[in-house]
């Protein structure tokens, strides 16, 4: 099993960026594909950007809703995964929640087992 910690939320006006964070513990990283999702009031949690390590190659997958603005990496020297969000809008204000999935290419939320406790992104406008 491992453990998630995700850091960087917090509040920036509209146009702005952010530079979320998970921490892992317990395993590599590079063991999973790794994902970030969110979910805003009153709204189901949707997924946001994955990233995948797959026979020496890096595949990152992106939410329409993001492409072009959101960018996922990794540091496998500090077994970090990150989500860098430029030109913020209101609309993605929402808790941004990392998970990691043993299923290659996985996006979808029912193939990630492991999450960590989310960090809040709000964007004012």
């Known amino acids: 099993q491992v453990q998630l910690v995700e850091s960087g939320g917090g509040l920036v006006q509209a146009g702005g960026s952010l530079r979320l964070s998970c921490a892992g513990s317990?395993?590599?990283?590079?063991?999973?594909?790794m994902g970030w999702f969110r979910q805003a009031p009153g709204k189901e949690r949707e997924f946001v950007a994955a990233?995948?390590?797959?026979?020496?190659?890096?595949?990152?997958y992106y939410a329409d809703s993001v492409k072009g603005r959101f960018t996922i990496s990794r540091d496998n020297a500090k077994n970090t995964v990150y989500l860098q969000m430029n030109s913020l809008k209101p609309e993605d204000t929402a808790v941004y929640y990392c998970?990691?999935?043993?299923?290659?290419?996985?996006?979808?939320?029912?193939?990630?087992?492991?999450w960590g406790q989310g960090t809040q992104v709000t964007v004012s406008s």
């Open positions: 998970a990691a999935s043993y299923v290659l290419r996985a996006t979808n939320e029912a193939h990630f087992g492991s």
């Open positions: 317990g395993r590599t990283l590079s063991s999973f594909a």
């Open positions: 990233i995948n390590w797959i026979t020496g190659s890096t595949y990152t």
